[in-house]
């Protein structure tokens, strides 16, 4: 297991968070906690930087759906960027990169 670690920067379209390591059952709760200390405003973006996620299991996607939840109540975007492939096919299998919008890196993502 990977400890989670967890670090927000500012990009012009709005928050970034950059999750390294694991986000599963005993850590995804993390990334819940953080996201009610997160605020964000009208037409902004929260980007997810998943480039040194390691592990991603149900609860860290349940944990990646609530970050949308949390985004959209605030009438923000969201979107997915570096995805690692493990999870990007998990993604793919289970719909969400239906739900998400994924870009190739965090800049890109919080730059459009």
């Known amino acids: 297991m990977s400890p989670l670690k967890i670090t927000t ?3 012009p379209a709005g928050p970034v968070l950059e999750i390294i390591g694991d986000l599963d059952y005993a850590l995804a709760p993390r ?3 953080r996201l009610t ?4 405003r ?3 973006r929260l980007v997810l930087d998943l480039a040194g996620m390691t592990f991603c299991d149900s609860s860290g996607l349940t944990a990646l ?3 949308r939840a949390h985004a959209h ?3 923000a975007d969201i ?3 570096s995805v690692p492939d493990g999870t990007l096919r998990v993604l793919r299998i ?3 990169d239906q739900v998400f919008t994924l870009y190739p890196d965090s800049d890109t993502a919080a730059s459009v």
Not at 37 to 40: F, G, K, Y
């Open 65 to 67: 759906i609530a970050a």
């Open 73 to 75: 109540a605030a009438q």
């Open 9 to 11: 920067r500012d990009a």
């Open 31 to 33: 990334l819940r906690e």
């Open 79 to 81: 979107a997915l960027a």
């Open 37 to 40: 200390t997160l605020t964000l």
């Open 94 to 96: 289970v719909g969400l």
């Open 42 to 44: 009208p037409g902004q």
